[in-house]
Every structure is written in C-alpha cells, then in structure tokens.
T-cell receptor
Framework: DSGVTQTPKHLITATGQRVTLRCSPR?????VYWYQQSLDQGLQFLIQ???????AKGNILERFSAQQFPDLHSELNLSSLELGDSALYFC????????????FGPGTRLTVL | GQNIDQPTEMTATEGAIVQINCTYQ??????LFWYQQHAGEAPTFLSY????GLEEKGRFSSFLSRSKGYSYLLLKELQMKDSASYLC???????????????FGTGTLLAVQP
C-alpha cells in the first residue's frame, strides 16, 4: 500500500458523459501527478500539481482538466468522453516537486461504452 | 519528440539472470527510472540513475550511459514473483530548468518460467 488513494476503483459510463476521478496523496506529500495508461500507448503523463499550482503538463486533452485543492487532494475531470478514453488512470504523489520516487495509487479503471 | 524503446516481451527461467535494455532519445535529461508493474496494479519504483554507471539494490541493478542514451535493468536470482512489466522512464528538463515530468517507455513484459 503506497498511501495514495484513488476513487472510484472502477467507472463505467457512456460516450459524451463527464466523470470526475479523485486522488488523495500520501500524508505530507505536496505534489500530485496524473497518468493515463491504455493498452496501446503505455503510461502517459498528463499533469502535475504542486501545493495547488500546476507545475508540468503532458499531452492532456482539452476535454480533460484537473485541480489540486487546499487539502491537497486532486481531481481529474474528463468530459465529452470518447471510446478511446477507456484506460487506467493513475495518480502519484511525492513530497516535493522533484523527488525521485513517485508513489502510485491503485488507479481508476474507466470504461466508456 | 521523445522516444524510449524497450523490448516488448522477454522470457527467463527461475533462478537465472535477465537484462532488460532501454534506449532513449529525449529533449533534455534529468535522470532515468525503472518501475515494476504487475498486471492491473500500480507501478512501483525500482531504481534511479542520473550519473553514468551501475546502481545496485539487492537483486536489482540498473546501469546508465548518458552518452549512448542507454540503460539496462539487471535482475538476478529470478523468482516467479518477478513476472511483471518493467517500465523505463526518463525525467525531462525544460529550458534548463528542473521538472519531475516522466516519459515512460511502453514496458517490457517479463515472464519467469519454472
């Protein structure tokens, strides 16, 4: 158990819908990272937040947005869902912005039908 | 663009040694990481190299050559539980500044056989 929690564990929804994935970092960690893992593309970095501010951005679609709240939990919002958005979404956390070891949560499996 | 290459699959025998290679071509480099991921589970950190050479950590060792854009992960005394996907990742820098953005390879699926 890494200490990072993600909810929900599974999510099944339809195309065109909007969902919110939630992540709580390890106690004391200020930085949160979101990743998407699909079968054909591997683990893709989406976005990093540090203490509430966006710090780095990957190939995150405009239909996706994220934020980190004052209590340091983070939410990833996915809208206008498409079949291709079906994937495992992982959240990871570190104490600082540049820590070497990222601690990953168990992931949310999103299925878009 | 960023490019990280790893073999897709490898098979090895319990008790043996296996080497998983990773080559990279990225704009900026601030360290290379190896993660282990069992099917359906979260990746877990194995090792980190930022300078050339070998880092040893129990049964696992990782090597880096920055001039060649090359790394390998060496697993010794293989156990059945080592059957997993091994992900190579490069940490990028931007405009000379630090970042913790990781670019992952697609992973090498290792099957350990009895």
């Amino acid at each position: 158990d890494s200490g990072v929690t993600q909810t929900p564990k599974h999510l099944i929804t339809a195309t065109g819908q909007r969902v919110t994935l939630r992540c709580s970092p390890r106690s004391g960690d200020l930085s949160v990272y979101w990743y998407q893992q699909s079968l054909d593309q591997g683990l893709q970095f989406l976005i990093q937040y540090y203490n509430g501010e966006e710090r780095a951005k990957g190939n995150i679609l405009e239909r996706f947005s994220a934020q980190q709240f004052p209590d340091l939990h983070s939410e990833l919002n996915l809208s206008s869902l498409e079949l291709g958005d079906s994937a495992l979404y992982f959240c990871a956390s570190t104490t600082d912005r540049f820590d070497n070891e990222q601690f990953f949560g168990p992931g949310t499996r999103l299925t878009v039908l | 663009g960023q490019n990280i290459d790893q073999p897709t699959e490898m098979t090895a025998t319990e008790g043996a040694i296996v080497q998983i290679n990773c080559t990279y071509q990225t704009s900026g480099f601030n360290g290379l990481f190896w993660y282990q991921q069992h099917a359906g589970e979260a990746p877990t950190f194995l090792s980190y190299n930022v300078l050339d050479g070998l880092e040893e950590k129990g049964r696992f060792s990782s090597f880096l050559s920055r001039s060649k854009g090359y790394s390998y992960l060496l697993l010794k005394e293989l156990q059945m539980k080592d059957s997993a996907s091994y992900l190579c990742a490069v940490r990028l820098t931007y405009y000379g500044g630090a970042t913790n953005k990781l670019i992952f390879g697609t992973g090498t699926l290792l099957a350990v056989q009895p």
